[in-house]
């Protein structure tokens, strides 16, 4: 057998049982040599007069959880997986799969491929294909609607998810839970009860009632594609998801295969593909800095939050929720009451969707959670999270007193979205314990967090902010100090550039749908809608107050705000939001409100097709993310892209703006550069990150893989 493969035989209650173990870590992922291995398992098997069941099981922490995914882009290896898999079900005698960690992908199509199938109640299921820019392609859109229904298959090979143990079983993706937690020895028990009831080779491909009533339902299938289209917003291997299922419902099994495997072929050479899985490998790149390598974290036993409103009663409840006590901190009763009321909003918005049950939401907000008027409490916290008003002065007054009160040893952050770290830690004696952690709004929900090390930060206390991320279950990214650290000086530029080409002559609706139709969930405007406008307003006050006097196109936003129209939550911002709709309508007056600052300015407005709003949008993205790559802000450029997918919405099938930047082609993005530069030299002076690589030959993914 294949060092990663093994067989052996054991003598079970009414015959031999062939153990074949695949021993691939970390993940028992399917590559060539597993592959290899089980095709010649199971031909052995096949053939072995001393073996009457099989047990097909992985060693290790988990089941295959999947094809190796570092193997796409490179020269296909047969056997590939779809012909172990037809080669195990063709097997005249029965093979029983024991599923236990994540058996995801081509790890769950192989159980498919088996006649019987035993998790462990901890186990989970999935085909998460579509998230790589694929599809199931290895039977899974033929198996599965066959074993539990075509909308249960829908449901699972469109969404991603993982399934549990328990709900396999409701669904028939499993046949029997085993309350044990050595998959090997409940595969063989279930091996003993295969032969002890004579349970007979059983093949899903064979199994054609779950789908007959699907067989021709025009209706079913029109009415699943077109919500798949809408949630898809360009996405590609959704919609080839679905047309495979009903290829499996319209042809025989094996020209349903071969449907599979071409739409299969096809994704894998395209561009989402390549996006996707960019983005899959950066998820965990992203958390791999120096500062892991020199220092390990401090305990995080206990947190303290300085501030109860927006941000900090997010922030608290993200530490609620994962396990970790926390103690509010307000100026006074008063505010410590509200304090407490937003925290308990928040629990309560948990229970209504079902994330939490009452007694959980009750020991959250009563054992884990407290509130109080006395900053001397933050005596006992290993960290400190100060939340409190964006203001330098109050900032510095703060961590004045949390120096005077914090334990020796314990980390000292701010959430502040932009200010300056290092000031900030110049008011402390213990500037080494000091970083800013950026939360995003909702804290509590939005995955993203910015890890600010300052000039003094011991590494230590940066692998603590990175600890914290992964144990709130957020996606950490380094980044160093500067005016919007990555994510919102990146957003600064584009939304510049945004108000640049409104003053030339293009409509916030035309911006928005252009944005939209590049993937993004909303555009720009629609998103101050949502967060609300008076929050840019005073950002831009503060600035012109502090005698900033570049070029300022921001005047008609200006305008709606002084009109007291802060968007959603007056109904009207730059769309109008009629009772209870969420989705805005365009506003004639804000169009006359623009028109007028163009008279003023005497400026002659020019169209915009969608596509040059879009390349002078993405190419502010990019230039200035290749400025903070360039200036150490950012390690890599994937740690730019991660932060632009988990913050700010960027679409994950385009893999981030300097993924997406790599796709299109540097020299053309440099190009686009250099002709806006012609109309506004100061705007777009081109990185010199960007030009170096271009003249290189090189790309971003270049400097990614020299950092690995
Ligand atoms: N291939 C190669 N490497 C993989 C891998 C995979 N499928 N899955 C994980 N790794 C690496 C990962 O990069 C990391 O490496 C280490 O394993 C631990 O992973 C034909 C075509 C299984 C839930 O999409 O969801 O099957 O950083 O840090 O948090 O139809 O990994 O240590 O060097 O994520 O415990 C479908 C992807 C593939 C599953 C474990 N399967 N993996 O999470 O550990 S396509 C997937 C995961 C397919 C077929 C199609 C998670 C996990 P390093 P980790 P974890």
């Known amino acids: 057998m294949s060092e990663v493969v093994s067989y052996e035989i054991l003598s079970g209650d009414k015959g031999g049982i062939a153990v074949i173990s695949i021993d691939n870590p970390p993940v028992n992922a399917a590559g060539h040599a597993v592959r290899k291995g089980l095709m010649e398992a199971a031909a052995r098997f096949n053939e072995d007069a001393a073996a009457s069941v099989a047990v097909i ?22 056997p590939v997986l779809y012909e172990v898999v037809n080669a195990i079900e063709a097997v005249d005698k029965p093979v029983v799969c024991a599923i236990h960690g994540t058996a995801l992908g ?11 199938r035993v998790a462990l109640k901890s186990a989970k299921v999935g085909l998460p294909e579509v998230h790589l820019g694929l599809l199931p392609g290895a039977g899974g859109t033929q198996r599965l609607p066959r074993l539990i229904g075509v909308e249960a298959a829908t449901d699972i090979i469109v969404s991603g998810r993982h399934v549990s143990a328990p709900e396999a079983l409701k669904l028939g993706i499993v046949d029997a839970l085993d309350d044990g937690d050595d998959p090997r020895q409940a595969g063989i028990d279930f091996a003993n009860r295969v032969m002890n009831e004579n349970m007979p080779v059983r093949r899903t491909s064979e199994m054609e009632d779950k789908i007959a009533s699907a067989r021709g339902n025009k209706a079913l299938f029109d009415g699943i594609m077109a919500s798949v289209e809408k949630k898809a917003r360009g996405q590609i291997s959704p919609i080839k998801c679905v047309e495979a299922i009903k290829a499996a419902t319209e ?15 096809e994704l894998l050479g395209t561009e989402q593909r390549d996006a996707l899985i960019h983005a899959f490998f950066s998820d965990r790149e992203v958390g791999k800095v120096p500062e892991l390598a020199t220092g390990a974290p401090r305990p995080l036993d206990r947190a303290a939050v300085i501030g109860g409103g927006t941000m900090g009663s997010g922030i608290t409840c993200a530490m609620l929720y994962s396990g970790l006590p926390v103690t509010m901190i307000e100026r006074d009763e008063e505010s410590a009451a509200k304090g407490r009321a937003n925290v308990e909003k928040i629990l309560d918005d948990g229970l209504k969707r079902g994330k939490i049950d009452q007694a959980k939401r009750d020991r959250l907000a009563n054992e884990l959670y407290s509130v109080s008027a006395d900053i001397a409490d933050i005596a006992e916290a290993d960290i400190v999270i100060e939340a409190a008003f964006e ?3 109050v900032k510095k007054e703060l961590f004045e007193r949390i120096d005077k009160h914090a334990k020796p040893g314990a980390v000292l952050a701010s959430n502040t979205s932009y200010l300056n770290i290092d000031e900030i830690a110049a008011m402390t004696g213990r500037p080494q314990d000091v970083l800013g952690l950026h939360f995003f709004s909702p804290a509590h929900v939005m995955k993203l967090l910015e890890v600010v090390v300052g000039a003094k930060t011991l590494p ?38 945004a108000a640049y080409m409104i003053e030339e002559g293009a409509s916030p609706y035309e911006i928005d749908k252009a944005v939209v139709n590049f993937g993004y969930p909303m555009g720009p405007h629609q998103m101050g809608d949502l967060a609300g406008l008076d929050i840019g307003y005073a950002n831009r006050k503060r600035l012109r107050d502090s005698g900033w006097n570049g070029r300022y196109a921001h005047e008609h936003m200006d305008r709606i705000a002084e009109l007291g129209r802060f968007g959603q939550k007056t109904g009207r911002g730059v769309y109008i939001y009629d009772q209870g709709s969420r989705s805005g309508r365009e506003d004639p007056e804000v169009l006359e409100i623009i028109d007028r600052v163009r008279e003023e300015k005497g400026i002659e407005p020019k169209t915009f097709t969608e596509e040059e709003i879009m390349r002078r949008y993405f190419a502010a993205m990019v ?11 950012a390690l890599r450029p994937l740690d730019v892209d991660i932060a632009m997918l988990y913050g700010y919405g960027f679409p994950r099938w385009r893999g981030g703006p300097m993924k997406q930047a790599d796709i299109i082609g540097l020299d053309k993005i440099l190009a686009d550069i250099r002709e806006f530069e012609e109309n506004d030299p100061e705007f777009w002076r081109p990185a010199k990150l960007l030009v170096d690589l271009v003249e290189r030959g090189e790309n971003f993914d270049s400097l990614n893989k020299k950092a690995a």
Do not use: W
């Open 57 to 78: 099981v992985g060693k290790g922490r988990t089941f295959i959880a999947g094809a190796d995914i570092r193997e796409f882009g490179k020269p296909i290896m047969h």
């Open 106 to 116: 081509g790890g769950l199509e192989t159980a498919l491929s088996c006649h019987y």
């Open 251 to 265: 042809l025989p099994f094996d020209e349903g295969m071969k449907f599979e495997r071409d739409a299969f072929i």
């Open 391 to 393: 203001n330098m002065d």
């Open 460 to 497: 230590d206390v940066t692998a603590t902010g990175f600890a914290l991320a992964k144990k709130l279950r957020k996606t950490a990214v380094r980044a160093g100090v500067c005016d919007g650290f990555i994510g919102n000086r990146i957003l600064e530029r584009y939304l510049t550039q």
């Open 623 to 633: 230039n200035e993310g290749a400025r903070i790559v360039e200036e150490g802000i």
